[in-house]
């Protein structure tokens, strides 16, 4: 498939789901039609929906036998098991100062935005390091 068909069909089915959501959404929410709500909901779905679809539609080479054995997925296992570790040092610090503060310690949303937040740093930095 080349480059423009395969961009215009990531981008259609982008805007067919992502539309698709954004009416449920709409109906949903409010039991009538809510432009906003529906241009909100589809933007917010639509996006990774073409990026889905364009990595899924550009496999053109055969799977490979063992993923695992790529630099990608050690740099993904490092970067993970790095960030599991900031995870378990900022709740432990952060759940220290809390008490010591007398405040409540910091909910799973927090916590889990730091692990993505190291994990994506942690993997920028070993693709530059290493790549």
Excluded: Y
Excluded at 69 to 95: M, N, Y
């Amino acid at each position: 498939m080349d480059s423009t068909r395969r961009a215009l069909s990531a981008v259609l089915l982008g805007s067919v789901v992502g539309v698709g959501i954004g009416v449920a959404a709409s109906w949903g929410r409010t039991g009538q039609w809510d432009a906003p709500t529906v241009v909100i909901f589809a933007l917010a779905t639509g996006i990774p929906v073409v990026g889905f679809a364009w990595e899924w539609l550009r496999r053109d080479d055969e799977p490979v036998d063992h993923p695992e054995d790529s630099v990608e997925f050690a740099w993904l296992e490092r970067a993970q098991s790095g960030a599991f570790l900031d995870v378990l040092i900022f709740a432990g610090c952060a759940t220290a100062v809390s008490s010591l503060l007398d405040r409540r310690p910091p909910g799973a949303d927090l916590v889990l935005l730091v692990a993505m937040g190291s994990a994506v740093a942690r993997m920028v930095v070993l693709k530059r390091r290493e790549g």
